[in-house]
């Protein structure tokens, strides 16, 4: 069975800085892109970060520079760490697993990122 189960979500003040964990299991994780989404009340859900089976990294022009995704693939683990937190970063944050050839997309439960004074 796959699961992608997200940590590190919490609240944080403005400035401030978190780091997201995703670990999966059920999947050969060597074989998949993995990203963070986030999705804020009212909003569609969009792409924050993505990285590939051999580490090429993308971001979403509203976090470059503040955002770095990483993964370990010998834990089959995703990290997102997170600086200069600000308000607007308030959302549900989401792991995403795709299989690089089927594209076949898994997401984790997400975990809350609240920025607030």
């Known amino acids: 069975q796959v699961q992608l189960v997200e940590s590190g979500g919490g609240l944080v003040q403005p400035g401030g800085s978190l780091r997201l964990s995703c670990a999966a299991s059920?999947?050969?994780?060597?074989?998949?892109?993995m990203g963070w989404y986030r999705q804020a009340p009212g909003k569609q859900r969009e792409l924050v970060a993505t990285?590939?089976?051999?580490?090429?990294?993308n971001y979403a022009d509203s976090v470059k520079g503040r955002v770095t995704i990483s993964r370990d693939n010998a834990k089959n683990t995703v990290y997102l760490q997170m600086d200069s937190l600000k308000p607007e970063d308030t959302a549900v944050y989401y792991c995403n697993a795709q299989n690089t050839r089927s594209k076949r997309n898994y997401w984790g439960q997400g975990t809350q990122v609240t920025v607030s004074s």
């Open positions: 990285t590939t089976s051999g580490g090429s990294t």
């Open positions: 059920g999947i050969i994780f060597s074989f998949y892109a």
